[in-house]
């Protein structure tokens, strides 16, 4: 199976950088991935690493290590509107059961 | 942009009866899923559905769950007698999913539903 470990807050001030780590238990997946929600809403996509190594997406960067165990979401110049949920997910190698992690929740203060 | 959509936004239902949450997936899509969240809670998977058929389903996903693609279109998710613990979010997504070094799920808005 599958388990995932985020930590349950993290704040920071606008501006600031902030990494929100995942550690994971799996027998084997395809990749990990990141989704941001905000209150209320809907789960959306931000990044996705296949292979170890560092992916960068803007202001938004996700770091994966496989013979870790860990991954990381790695959030540049902190905006308010960053102030949400984050999660981790991972697909098993087998069948198309996708699981979350926890989640974080970022505060973004001014 | 394309998108996915949900209806109702909100669902209140008392307890025993049968709800179903639609879903309209993005049209070249070929993978559909639900999910669920509790209120405060992580995103659990309910079910995966490819090819009109379930691929993968949760332990959650029990017989009162199940779930319909009843047309080209729309993908439904039934709960025949609800129970005070359903009470959550219900989302549904859709991927692509031809290419396995990318994976991005398009999450619908999701539908509230409270069993009272």
């Known amino acids: 199976g599958q388990s995932l470990e985020q930590p349950s807050e993290v704040t920071a001030v606008e501006g600031a950088i902030v990494q929100i780590n995942c550690t994971y238990q799996t027998s084997g997946f395809y990749g990990l991935s990141w989704y941001q929600q905000h209150d209320g809403g809907a789960p959306t996509f931000l990044s996705y690493?296949?292979?170890?190594g560092l992916e960068e997406t803007g202001r938004f960067s996700s770091f994966l290590s496989r013979s870790d165990s860990y991954g990381y979401l790695l959030l540049q110049e902190l905006q308010m509107k960053d102030s949400a949920s984050y999660f981790c997910?991972?697909?098993?190698?087998?069948?198309?059961?996708?699981?979350f992690g926890p989640g974080t929740r970022l505060s973004v203060l001014p | 942009e394309p998108e996915v959509t949900q209806t109702p936004s909100h669902q209140v239902t008392q307890m025993g009866q049968e709800v179903i949450l639609r879903c309209v997936p993005i049209s070249n899509h070929l993978y559909f899923y639900w999910y669920r969240q509790i209120l405060g809670q992580k995103v659990e998977f309910l079910v995966s559905f490819y090819n009109n058929e379930i691929s993968e389903k949760s332990e959650i996903f029990d017989d009162q769950f199940s779930v319909e693609r009843p047309d080209g279109s729309n993908f439904t998710l039934k709960i025949r007698s609800t129970k005070l613990e359903d009470s959550a979010m219900y989302f549904c997504?859709?991927?692509?999913?031809?290419?396995?070094?990318?994976?991005?799920?398009?999450f619908g808005p999701g539908t509230r539903l409270l069993v009272l």
């Open positions: 997504a859709s991927s692509e999913f031809q290419d396995r070094t990318q994976e991005t799920q398009y």
């Open positions: 690493n296949a292979l170890d």
């Open positions: 997910a991972v697909r098993a190698l087998t069948g198309q059961n996708f699981v």
